[in-house]
Structure formats: C-alpha cells, structure tokens
C-alpha cells in the first residue's frame, strides 16, 4: 500500500508497528518514550500516528491534540485529520475552516478534502456548495474511488436530473460501460428528460448500440415516450431516424418494442395532426427503419405504408426500400382489419363536420352498420305494385312491413321486438309498431331527407340463414340508391300480374355497372291464383326479360298458394351456395375502399363550395352588423323624440297649472272681501282674514286643483304610454323583418314597459304629498296694508268708522295684485313637479335600455364572428393544404388499405 493510501485510511502508524506483537498503542508509546531521549528528538510521525489510533478509538479530543502541531511533510494531512476529527465532533464550521485552509500540491489529498467538504455540505444542508463541489470533482477526477456513484446518488436522492442526466451521459461516452445507459432509461421510463433536446442524446444512443443491441431498443423507446407529447417531438423523429438509418449491426436480434413505436409514430403523423410539410421529410425515414425492424404482419403493413406513400409523394424513398416493399406485397398475404378502414371513414366524417362541411352522415353509419357486419346483407326491393313487403312478411315470417314505405328499413332477427330510426344524432327509439307504421306515412313532414329504420324481429328464417335484409323505395328515389350498394346481393321482386319496365333493368344495370360484387337474382312473387295459362304466359314474359338483362341471375317462383317452407327453403338453399362460393370479405373491404374514395373526391369538390359559403356567410354578418348599426342609430333617434315629446307635454301640464293658479287665487283672494262686515272687530280683522284667506287657497288646492292635476297626469300617462307603444311597435316590426331575412338569427328587442308604473305610482304620491304653507297675505309690510292696520286698531272702536274702514279693506282687496301671493304658491305647488320632470328622461332611456344592450351584444358578436371568419378566409387563401393536407392524409391511408387489397393476395382479419 502507498504512504497516500495509507494516509487516506489513517493506517500510517502500521508502517512504526510492524513487526511487533504489542498493541500499537503501545508500540507507539515505547517509541515515543525513545525517541524523547535523543538529543534532538522527531516526535512528529509518532504523534501523527497516535492521532491516527485515537481517531479509530474514536478519541477526537486525543487526536485534535497530537495532530495540531504536526509540522513536517505531514503537516497538510494533519490538517484534514484534524478537520475530519472536528467533523465528528459535529464542529462542522470549524472542520470547514481547517479543510479550506489546507495548502497542498497533493492532487490526492485536495480531493480527500474535497470530497469530506461534499459531505460536510450535504451534513449541514448547503445543496448549493455540495452540487458545486460534486461537479468540481467530477471535471477534475471523475475515476477517483467511487465519485461517480456517489455523485449518481447524491442527484437522484435530490431529484436533480439535469445533472443527474448530464453525468449519465458523459460517463456513459467516457467509459462506455452499460449501467450508464440503463440508468438514462430509469430516467426516461420516469419522464424527466424531455427537457433537453434530442440531439443532446444523439451520440449516447449512438455508442449504446455498439454494445449493446437490446440495451439500444431500450433507451431509444424509453426516451422516444418521453418526447410524445413535447414541443421537440418532430426533431426526436428526424435526429433518431436519421442516425437509425446510419447504424449496422454485424447479428441483428429481433426487435421487440422499435417496430411498433415506429409505427405508431407513422399513424400519428398521418392523422392530420400536422401539415404536410412538416411531415414530409420526417416520413421516408420512419417508413424505411419500419420496413427493416418490422416482421410478420407488421412487416406486410409497413410495405403497404412505403408504397402507399411512394404512390402520393414519389421520388422520396430510396428505390430499393420501394423494390422491398412491392417483392413483400406480392409475395405475402395481407392481414386487413376492416375496422381500421371503418375508423377511417369516422375520421373523415368528424374531420367533416368539424370543418361545417355537410355530408351524409346517416350514410357513414349505415357503412359502419353493414359492412363489418357478419351477417349477410339481403336488400330486396321491387318496383310499385310488386308487392315486395308483402314478399319481405313472408320471408321473415311475421306482418312488419305497410305495402307503403318511403323509407329504408332494416329488418333483423332478435329476441324481441325493437324499433328505432336512425338520426344524425343517433338512434331515435320507436315504442309500437303503430306508431312504426305512423312514421311510414309521415314522410311528408320530413321534405327529402333520407329516413332509415331498424327493426328487430324474432325470425327463425332470418336466424338460420344469418341474413339481414334491407328494403328502400325503388326506382324513382335515387337519394337511396348509395344505400342500395352496400348490399352482398340484391333480390328483386317481380310481380307476375305487373308489366315489366326496361327502365328498371337499367336502374339495376346502373347499380351493377357502380357495385360489380353485388349480385342481382329476381323472385316473381304470385300473391293469388289465376288461370294457370295466363300465369305461365305471363311467367314466361317476365323470365325471357330476366334473360336478355340478367342471363346469369337466378329466378325464384314464389307463390302465396303452394308450400312456404319448400319455397323458402329452395331460396336459403341457393343463397347459402352463393355466399360460400363468394369472398365476401374482400368484396366489402373492396367495397368500403371505393366508398371512402367517393367521400374524399367529394369533399376535395366541396372545397370551393365551403370557401364559397365561408364567404357568403361573412357578407351576411357584415350585412347584420350594418343593418344593426343602422338600427341603433334609429333607436336613438326614437329616444330623442319621444323623449322631447313626452317631456314638452309634461310640460304643458305644469304650464296649464301655473296659468290657473295665477288667475284663479288673485280671484279667490278678492272674493274674501265679503268676509269683511261693517259689525268686524277691525282691530283683528287683518288676522282673521289672513286665516280666512289661507283656508280659502288650501280648500281650493286640494279641492279643486289636485284632482285636476291628477287627472292631467294620468292623461298625459296615457298619452305618454301611445309613444312608447308606438316605438315598441316600430323595433317589433323592424325585428320580425330582421328575422325574415335572418333566420339564423332571431332578434328580439323588448322595451322596459316597468317604467309606466313607476310613473303611476309617482303621480299618486305626488299629488297626495303636496303641501302648502301657510301664507303671510295680510301681515307683511305693504304701506297699503300698514295703513289697513294701522287705522283698523286706530278707529275700529268707533263706530261711525267702521264703515269707513269697511270700504277701505273692500276697496283694498278689489284692487290688490295678489301675483306675488299666486306665484309663491305656483313655486311651492310645482317644486315636486320639478323633480318629476328631470327624472323622465332617464326613466325613457332606461325603457330603450334592453333594445340598446341586445343591438350592441349582437354587433360585438357578430364583429367577432366576421373576424373569425375573415382570418379563416386569410388563412385558406394564404394555407390552402390547411384544407386539402387532411384529406390528402386521408387518402394516404386509403391508399395503403387499397396495397393490401392486391387480387389473390387478401387475408382478412376482423377483431
């Protein structure tokens, strides 16, 4: 062992001890005991070793107390000594002090000390200086003892994974040893590397797979998980494919977990998740490592994908993964999950929908319906008259079917009896069969919408066969006829009493001509019995037509008079021949290929159609917005007059009133000059008829004048009320036009009517609140009245004066301007007629306050909405793939279903 490690594990006082059977303590002692009686005594490497037992005894006082005056070469480990003695003392400021002063050019004890100062900081909770010291290390001596591990634990325990990750990876290049990469999947597998780029893991993943194949597939799933739902989920797919494509194994194993991640990655880029751009130079490379690391069916789907893709973006795969793919597509059976074409069609039709483009949505659900069905579609139809329901009753078993119906009909064996019709939304459940037939004959309520019903029956025909049978209005109704080639095979029936139309047999050669699987075979159905010779005759007409249309259709005979079970069993018997013979399944997936090609060369059509109407739609908004804001300009207007309107005859009232109180109290202060006797008490005589005075005005106020007031108010309420009726009226009109033009829509504008109430109730109280005070008419300090007074109290007693005094009062109140008494009483009369009156332009606003609110909430709306619009206008104009790149994604796929579906070469599958 070297001085260092020996002064590392504090087992420098073996090399004094050796050779000696005492116990080193004593060795040591004796040895101290001797060197002391030399003439220069060294008692330094003794006392450093004793420092070493007393530490191992953990004596920490005894060794602070040799190791403090140790000054020869041993001086800088006396030190670290010294603070690893402090340390476990708990002293840890103290231990710091001494670590840091430590001055050595001793690469091994700087990093002893280094590493007990990362220990001490971890002790005293300073993660900063602990992670600081740590990475130190590791930058200067990474392979010293076990820092690696140490530091490894150090990260994890403190969940600090960049680090954590950034030592992993550099260990990993620096020592390539394999628990370096298992520890970046422990990492990835709890999902905290998406943080980093993905080129950052480029050249561990890189070197892992020159060891380690298995290991490789690990850590490139692992963190491939990690970056799925990240913003650098598409630079992970380019970096990895790339490199992928760059890496040779000598012995490949078979891969387990890469063919499927790559696969997934192939879906999920084609589901219209992206732009084209964006994927197209990320595909070639996913589909070309799919093709290598693939096998069985796997392998024959990621070839149909290659080919499928070379198909819609030629020239951006290398031609020998082209020549692969096409050798393994005519070569290999092909396993088709008509499902998946099925979860195609959805796709199309949400994608569809999501984007307002209207499709025939009942018609995806009946593909949904029939087509992976395991039953065999029978759709059976006739013309007019053929008596073909009644045939369908018979086949089933039981009466179902009207002879009238405008509608599709699926017929079912079930258990019990069911009913429903199929909607947009979903199935609509129907209760009875009267209410079923109810439904038949309301076909007018519903215009041309296609109707479609399900009805389940106990049916032990149905049942055997394992048939379902469909029915819909022929030939005038071509709105069916899409539903009609979803069918395995078409029955049409012939009534033998009926002519036979050529235009039939052109309907049906059309249908053949679209649906070549679909089969056509004829029934001429006999409901009564007749002169056998005119029904041979006629039978023999009808089959030589069948001949010369159809010459490969079978022809059954059905007649409601001979045995139904031989008859019914002659038909089954041919059907299940023809149905074994056939290969139904890939006739259907062939089927739903072409189905789902019509949809999506439909919807590319209905491109400029939905720009078209985007475009209509946002003149109509614009329109509203200007006709509403015209509208609100109106109502502003209306406000204003009927606001000056009701306002000015308010007005009137208060003038009215003023003009009456200014005549008639002068009046009634004048005719109070009878109450003025020659007998009076002229001394009082100014007083009393003040009060007589006072009495007079009051009585006429509330007597007279109140109820006249009153009156005036309720009239001009009234009046008042035919304005407002007149401008509710006016909004009602100009909303019943809006809404003809607009029906989307309805706009209704009510005025507040609240505000007439309130009015009412206002009146009441303001005519029954009003006061007035009494007046001083005859006690102020008018000469004319001083004089009255004066005289009064003067020559009053006297009686030949008193008639003098009588004339002057009746001379006095005859010629009195009492206008300053009238006006007074005018100004208390009206002061809350004042506060009434400001009032009523608010209270009018408040009436027009809904009309206003609901005009402005719509233009604000529809301002949005016209700005919606106007930016997915923009965006088509400038990003037109915005519309076609789904589609174009869609038919990618569509694509790829058709590889597999090459003649000869299907082997279908349903889960």
Request: charged share 25%.
């Given at each position: 062992?070297t001085?260092?490690k020996?002064?590392?594990?504090?087992?420098?006082?073996?090399?004094?001890?050796?050779d000696?059977?005492?116990p080193?303590?004593?060795?040591?002692?004796?040895?101290?005991?001797?060197e002391?009686?030399?003439?220069?005594?060294?008692?330094?490497?003794?006392?450093?070793?004793?420092?070493?037992?007393?530490?191992?005894?953990?004596d920490?006082?005894?060794a602070?107390?040799?190791?403090?005056n140790?000054?020869?070469?041993?001086?800088?480990?006396?030190?670290?000594?010294?603070a690893?003695a402090?340390?476990?003392?708990?002293?840890?400021?103290?231990?710091?002090?001494?670590?840091?002063?430590?001055?050595?050019?001793?690469e091994?004890?700087?990093?002893?000390?280094?590493?007990?100062?990362?220990?001490?900081?971890?002790?005293?909770g300073?993660?900063?200086?602990?992670?600081?010291?740590i990475?130190?290390l590791l930058?200067?001596?990474?392979?010293?003892?076990?820092?690696?591990?140490?530091?490894k634990?150090?990260?994890?325990?403190?969940?600090?994974?960049?680090?954590?990750?950034?030592?992993?990876?550099?260990?990993?290049?620096?020592?390539n040893?394999?628990?370096?990469?298992e520890?970046?999947?422990?990492y990835?597998?709890?999902?905290?590397?998406?943080?980093?780029?993905?080129?950052y893991f480029?050249?561990s993943?890189r070197?892992v797979?020159?060891?380690?194949?298995?290991?490789?597939?690990?850590l490139?799933?692992?963190?491939?998980?990690?970056?799925?739902?990240?913003?650098?989920?598409?630079?992970?797919?380019?970096?990895?494919?790339?490199?992928?494509?760059?890496?040779?194994?000598?012995?490949?194993?078979?891969?387990?977990?890469?063919p499927?991640?790559?696969?997934?990655?192939?879906l999920?880029?084609?589901?219209?998740?992206?732009?084209?751009k964006?994927?197209?130079?990320?595909?070639?490379?996913?589909?070309?490592?799919?093709l290598?690391?693939?096998?069985?069916?796997?392998?024959?789907?990621?070839?149909?994908?290659?080919?499928?893709?070379?198909?819609?973006?030629?020239g951006?795969l290398?031609?020998?993964?082209?020549s692969?793919?096409?050798?393994?597509?005519?070569?290999?059976?092909?396993?088709?999950?008509?499902?998946?074409?099925?979860?195609?069609?959805?796709?199309i039709?949400n994608?569809?929908?999501?984007n307002?483009?209207i499709?025939?949505?009942?018609f995806?659900?009946?593909?949904?319906?029939?087509i992976?069905?395991e039953?065999?579609?029978?759709?059976i139809?006739?013309?007019?008259g053929?008596?073909?329901?009644s045939?369908?009753?018979?086949l089933?078993?039981?009466t179902l079917?009207?002879?009238?119906t405008?509608?599709l009909?699926?017929?079912?064996d079930?258990?019990?009896?069911?009913?429903?019709?199929v909607?947009e939304?979903?199935?609509?459940?129907?209760?009875?069969l009267?209410d079923?037939?109810?439904?038949?004959?309301?076909?007018?309520?519903?215009?041309?919408?296609?109707?479609?019903?399900?009805?389940y029956?106990?049916?032990?025909?149905?049942?055997?066969?394992?048939?379902?049978?469909?029915?819909?209005?022929?030939?005038?109704?071509?709105?069916?006829?899409d539903?009609?080639?979803?069918?395995?095979?078409?029955?049409?029936?012939?009534?033998?009493r009926?002519?036979?139309q050529?235009?039939?047999?052109?309907?049906l050669?059309?249908w053949k001509?679209k649906a070549?699987?679909?089969?056509?075979q004829?029934?001429i159905?006999?409901?009564?019995?007749?002169?056998?010779?005119?029904?041979?005759?006629?039978?023999?007409?009808a089959?030589?037509?069948?001949?010369?249309?159809f010459?490969?259709?079978?022809?059954?005979?059905?007649?409601?008079?001979?045995?139904?079970?031989?008859?019914?069993?002659?038909?089954?018997?041919?059907?299940?021949?023809?149905?074994?013979?056939?290969?139904?399944?890939?006739?259907?997936?062939?089927?739903?290929?072409?189905?789902?090609?019509?949809?999506?060369?439909?919807?590319?059509?209905?491109?400029?159609?939905?720009?078209?109407?985007?475009?209509?739609?946002?003149?109509?908004?614009?329109?509203?917005?200007?006709?509403l804001?015209?509208?609100?300009n109106?109502?502003s207007?209306?406000?204003?007059?009927?606001?000056r309107?009701?306002?000015?005859?308010?007005?009137?009232i208060?003038?009215?009133?003023?003009?009456?109180i200014?005549?008639?109290?002068?009046?009634?202060?004048?005719?109070c000059?009878?109450?003025?006797?020659?007998d009076?008490d002229?001394?009082?005589?100014?007083?009393?008829?003040?009060?007589k005075?006072?009495?007079?005005?009051?009585q006429?106020?509330h007597?007279?004048?109140l109820?006249?007031?009153?009156?005036?108010?309720?009239?001009?309420?009234?009046?008042?009320?035919?304005?407002?009726?007149?401008?509710?009226?006016?909004?009602?009109?100009?909303?019943?036009?809006?809404?003809?033009?607009y029906?989307?829509?309805?706009?209704?504008?009510?005025?507040?009517?609240?505000?007439l109430?309130?009015?009412?109730?206002?009146a009441?109280?303001?005519?029954?609140?009003?006061?007035?005070?009494?007046?001083n008419?005859?006690?102020?300090?008018?000469?004319?009245?001083?004089?009255l007074?004066?005289?009064?109290?003067?020559?009053?007693s006297?009686?030949?004066?008193?008639?003098?005094?009588?004339t002057?009062?009746?001379?006095?109140?005859?010629?009195?301007d009492?206008?300053?008494?009238?006006?007074?009483?005018?100004?208390?009369?009206?002061?809350?007629f004042?506060?009434?009156?400001?009032?009523?332009?608010?209270?009018?606003h408040?009436f027009?306050?809904?009309?206003?609110?609901v005009?402005?909430?719509?233009?604000e709306?529809?301002?949005?909405?016209?700005?919606?619009?106007?930016?997915?206008?923009?965006?088509?104009?400038?990003?037109?793939?915005?519309?076609?790149?789904?589609?174009?994604?869609?038919e990618?796929?569509?694509?790829?279903y058709?590889?597999?579906t090459?003649?000869?070469?299907?082997?279908?599958?349903k889960?």
């Open positions: 062992m001085l260092e020996k002064l590392i594990n504090k087992s420098y006082y073996e090399g004094l001890t050796m000696r059977e005492e080193p303590i004593e060795v040591l002692g004796q040895l101290y005991i001797a002391q009686r030399k003439n220069v005594p060294d008692l330094t490497s003794i006392r450093f070793a004793q420092g070493e037992l007393y530490f191992l005894v953990h920490y006082e005894s602070i107390f040799k190791w403090e140790i000054a020869n070469e041993l001086e800088p480990w006396a030190k670290k000594n010294l690893d402090y340390m476990e003392l708990g002293e840890l400021s103290t231990a710091e002090s001494i670590y840091k002063a430590v001055l050595s050019d001793s091994l004890l700087n990093t002893e000390i280094s590493m007990q100062l990362f220990a001490l900081y971890i002790e005293k300073n993660h900063d200086m602990a992670q600081h010291t990475k130190s930058a200067t001596n990474p392979d010293y003892a076990n820092m690696t591990m140490l530091a634990a150090y990260f994890e325990e403190n969940e600090n994974w960049e680090d954590a990750i950034e030592l992993a990876v550099n260990e990993g290049e620096r020592t040893s394999l628990k370096w990469y520890a970046l999947v422990q990835a597998k709890i999902g905290v590397i998406a943080e980093h780029e993905p080129g480029m050249e993943i070197s797979s020159e060891l380690d194949q298995r290991l490789f597939e690990k490139s799933t692992a963190i491939w998980a990690n970056y799925e739902n990240s913003p650098f989920y598409l630079a992970w797919l380019r970096d990895f494919n790339q490199l992928f494509q760059q890496l040779h194994w000598e012995e490949v194993e078979e891969w387990k977990e890469l499927e991640v790559l696969e997934n990655a192939y999920h880029l084609i589901s219209s998740a992206y732009p084209i964006e994927i197209r130079g990320l595909v070639p490379a996913i589909l070309s490592n799919l290598v690391t693939a096998t069985n069916n796997r392998l024959i789907t990621a070839a149909s994908a290659v080919l499928a893709w070379n198909e819609m973006f030629p951006t290398a031609t020998d993964i082209i692969t793919s096409e050798h393994l597509i005519n070569n290999a059976e092909a396993a088709v999950d008509l499902t998946e074409i099925m979860q195609l069609l959805e796709s039709s994608w569809a929908q999501n307002d483009i499709i025939d949505k009942k995806s659900q009946k593909v949904v319906e029939q992976p069905s039953s065999h579609q029978l759709l139809i006739g013309s007019p053929s008596g073909v329901n045939c369908i009753n018979e089933v078993g039981e079917l009207s002879e009238d405008n509608s009909i699926s017929i079912q079930q258990d019990y009896l069911e009913m429903a019709e909607t939304e979903g199935a609509r459940p129907i209760d009875t009267s079923f037939y109810e439904e038949q004959l309301s076909h007018a309520r519903y215009g041309e919408d296609t109707r479609i019903f399900h009805l029956a106990p049916s032990a025909f149905l049942h055997e066969n394992n048939w379902a049978i469909t029915t819909l209005p022929f030939p005038h109704q071509e709105k069916y006829a539903y009609a080639l979803l069918a395995d095979s078409l029955l049409f029936v012939i009534n033998e009926s002519l036979f050529s235009s039939d047999y052109e309907r050669l059309d001509e070549p699987h679909l089969t056509i004829f029934l159905y006999a409901d009564e019995a007749e002169n056998e010779k005119v029904a041979t005759k006629r039978l023999q007409k089959t030589a037509a069948i001949d010369q249309y010459p490969n259709s079978a022809v059954f005979l059905y007649s409601k008079e001979n045995d139904r079970s031989i008859q019914l069993n002659d038909i089954s018997s041919f059907y299940r021949r023809h149905f074994a013979e056939r290969n139904l399944a890939e006739e259907r997936t062939v089927k739903s290929i072409a189905i789902v090609q019509d949809l999506l060369s439909s919807l590319f059509e209905k491109r400029l159609e939905m720009e078209e109407s985007l475009y209509t739609t946002l003149r109509m908004y614009e329109e509203i917005v200007s006709k804001s015209g509208a609100n109106q109502l207007d209306i406000e204003v007059e009927k606001t309107t009701i306002v000015n005859s308010f007005e009137d208060k003038d009215t009133t003023t003009r009456e200014m005549t008639e109290i002068p009046k009634i202060l004048r005719d000059k009878d109450f003025v006797k020659e009076s002229f001394g009082k005589i100014h007083i009393e008829l003040n009060d005075m006072n009495s007079e005005i009051d006429y106020v007597k007279t004048l109820p006249k007031v009153y009156d005036r108010i309720n009239e001009w309420i009234r009046l008042s009320q035919e304005q407002l009726n007149e401008s509710q009226h006016f909004l009602n009109e100009l909303c019943e036009g809006f809404n003809g033009l029906e989307e829509d309805q706009l209704t504008l009510q005025c507040d009517f609240s505000i109430d309130d009015w009412k109730r206002d009441r109280r303001l005519t029954n609140s009003i006061k007035i005070d009494k007046a008419i005859l006690l102020r300090l008018k000469p004319s009245q001083v004089l007074k004066s005289a009064g109290k003067l020559f009053g006297i009686p030949q004066n008193k008639k003098m005094l009588h002057r009062y009746h001379k006095y109140l005859e010629t009195e009492f206008t300053e008494v009238a006006q007074n009483i005018v100004d208390a009369f009206l002061l809350q004042d506060f009434y009156e400001n009032g009523l332009a608010g209270d009018i408040i027009f306050s809904n009309p206003y609110d005009l402005q909430k719509t233009i709306d529809k301002n949005v909405e016209i700005h919606e619009y106007q930016e997915l206008l923009e965006r088509l104009k400038n990003n037109p793939e915005m519309f076609h790149d789904p589609l174009r994604l869609f990618l796929r569509l694509l790829q058709d590889w597999l090459s003649p000869g070469k299907l082997s279908y599958s889960h």
